[in-house]
């Protein structure tokens, strides 16, 4: 009886020195915070970021008539599309692609149910195309501040105001924070009837802002 007993107080003795070894790792901490996921699964997510996503955003719309045009899908052909900042929407399900002069991937984007628009600035030399989707429709829009945006690539100081914000997502996926220095920050949302992320973010002068997998984030300006 007493060997069991000193057994039980040796594997209890263990134990607590094994779970006070477990310190919490500062990836976890950062994501109990905040819902921002730092560290080698960031630098995975957020991969290589083409140069021309951090060029100054169009300040203004291009056309002085309404410029909207409805491609039918023709075998991933590519197109060429006037210099502007567009509202993408598809009917089906697939992905938008932008790709530059050398054939290097720039931008990428999934519509789908739920998934309804992208919006990003597209130059005239840019390859536009898309798979999976029957038809896209581009709609040129004058660039300005918004509180909802939708997926696709924002400039803090020209579609967002800088400040703190209280930032909510509609859907599951990822909000790009991005700086030409590369001090990145990625953060995760979940978003539905049932659960919502709130997170606190601060958008400083010109750092852009990619949302992936969002059907919309939702801003509140906080200071």
């Given at each position: 009886m007493k060997k069991l007993l000193v057994v039980g107080i040796l594997l209890f003795v263990t134990g607590c020195n094994v779970f006070a070894d477990q310190e919490i790792t500062e990836e976890a901490k950062a994501y109990k915070q905040n819902f921002e996921i730092i560290g080698k699964e960031k630098e995975a997510l957020i991969g290589d970021i083409h140069p021309d996503?951090?060029?100054?955003?169009?300040?203004?719309?291009?056309s002085e008539e309404a410029n909207v045009l409805f491609i039918d899908h023709k075998a991933d052909k590519p197109y060429q599309v006037p210099t502007g900042r567009y509202s993408i929407s598809g009917e089906g399900t697939g992905y938008i692609y932008l790709y530059d002069g050398q054939e290097n991937l720039v931008y990428q984007e999934f519509i789908a149910y739920g998934i309804e628009s992208v919006e990003v600035d597209i130059k005239d030399d840019?390859?536009?195309?898309?798979?999976?989707?029957?038809?896209?429709?581009?709609?040129?829009?004058e660039p300005e501040v918004k509180e909802v945006l939708s997926p696709g690539i924002w400039e803090v100081g020209i579609h967002i105001d800088p400040g703190v914000y209280k930032v909510s997502g509609e859907g599951y996926g990822y909000l790009k924070l991005l700086s030409n220095q590369g001090d990145h920050q990625l953060f995760e949302f979940l978003g539905s009837a049932f659960t919502e992320t709130e997170i606190t973010i601060e958008f400083s002068e010109k750092e852009k802002v990619i949302i992936t997998g969002l059907s919309e984030v939702?801003?509140?300006l906080v200071q």
């Amino acid at each position: 009886m007493k060997k069991l007993l000193v057994v039980g107080i040796l594997l209890f003795v263990t134990g607590c020195n094994v779970f006070a070894d477990q310190e919490i790792t500062e990836e976890a901490k950062a994501y109990k915070q905040n819902f921002e996921i730092i560290g080698k699964e960031k630098e995975a997510l957020i991969g290589d970021i083409h140069p021309d996503i951090f060029e100054p955003a169009i300040e203004e719309k291009q056309s002085e008539e309404a410029n909207v045009l409805f491609i039918d899908h023709k075998a991933d052909k590519p197109y060429q599309v006037p210099t502007g900042r567009y509202s993408i929407s598809g009917e089906g399900t697939g992905y938008i692609y932008l790709y530059d002069g050398q054939e290097n991937l720039v931008y990428q984007e999934f519509i789908a149910y739920g998934i309804e628009s992208v919006e990003v600035d597209i130059k005239d030399d840019y390859d536009f195309r898309f798979n999976g989707l029957e038809r896209v429709a581009l709609v040129e829009v004058e660039p300005e501040v918004k509180e909802v945006l939708s997926p696709g690539i924002w400039e803090v100081g020209i579609h967002i105001d800088p400040g703190v914000y209280k930032v909510s997502g509609e859907g599951y996926g990822y909000l790009k924070l991005l700086s030409n220095q590369g001090d990145h920050q990625l953060f995760e949302f979940l978003g539905s009837a049932f659960t919502e992320t709130e997170i606190t973010i601060e958008f400083s002068e010109k750092e852009k802002v990619i949302i992936t997998g969002l059907s919309e984030v939702v801003l509140e300006l906080v200071q």
